[in-house]
């Protein structure tokens, strides 16, 4: 494992399309992180998952965002009817409990 | 609350400088975690350093130190004889459970 893998790098999308990231954590990793960032901001939480459990969902989670982690390896984050307002960078992250938290490089995400 | 304050939202200095960046949280947890991540161009989140609430011993690796001050809940991060290559947005971040960032500080080094 050399860290966390996110695909694809970039995404233009039309207004209304639905789009899916996938993001892949270091293997032995049992946390794993959703989140977005826009131009000029920190990188805001979204969603984590402790194996294939989700533990928590920010207010920013509109009902267009769902994540899943079916077997508590990979994730995929879909987002709905996109909108010129989901345009970010999409990082994810994985941990083992709080420890080793790292990052992969993220989706780009263009909403046209 | 748990919040990240970097107050700092540019810096430019010129090579050699020694140059500090502001980072100030609020938690009420007892138990909690400080992070320095860098962001250089390409975007990726570059770990620095990771220090618990129980340890405030100042650390020094290479040019960067830290300055962890629980009473004044700051964690302040100070890049000594600045280069080039130091130009990136640095991120405070906390952890309680999950990372909190704060918004930022970018960085400019000019030759």
């Known amino acids: 494992d050399t860290g966390v893998s996110q695909n694809p790098r970039h995404k233009i999308t039309k207004r209304g399309q639905n789009v899916t990231f996938r993001c892949d954590p270091i293997?032995?990793?049992?946390?794993l992180y959703w989140y977005r960032q826009t131009l000029g901001q920190g990188p805001e939480f979204l969603t984590y998952?402790?194996?294939?459990?989700?533990?928590?969902k920010s207010r920013l989670l509109s009902d267009r965002f769902s994540a899943e982690r079916p077997k508590g390896s990979f994730s995929t984050l879909e987002i709905q009817r996109t909108e010129q307002g989901d345009s970010a960078m999409y990082l994810c992250?994985?941990?083992?409990?709080?420890?080793?938290?790292?990052f992969g490089s993220g989706t780009r995400l263009t909403v046209v | 609350a748990q919040k990240v304050t970097q107050a700092q939202t540019e810096i430019s200095v010129v090579e050699k400088e020694d140059v500090t960046l502001d980072c100030v949280y609020e938690t009420r947890d007892t138990t909690y975690y400080l992070f320095w991540y860098k962001q250089p161009p390409s975007g990726e989140l570059v770990f620095l350093i990771r220090?618990?609430?129980?340890?405030?011993q100042n650390e020094i690796s290479g040019r960067y130190s830290w300055n962890f001050q629980k009473s004044t809940s700051s964690f302040n991060f100070t890049i000594t004889a600045s280069q080039v290559v130091d130009s990136a947005v640095y991120f405070c971040?906390?952890?309680?459970?999950?990372?909190?960032f704060g918004t930022g500080t970018r960085l400019q080094v000019f030759p």
């Open positions: 998952f402790q194996n294939e459990a989700q533990l928590e």
């Open positions: 293997s032995e990793h049992n946390r």
């Open positions: 992250a994985s941990s083992l409990g709080t420890n080793g938290y790292t």
């Open positions: 971040a906390l952890l309680p459970d999950k990372l909190i």
């Open positions: 220090r618990n609430s129980f340890d405030e």
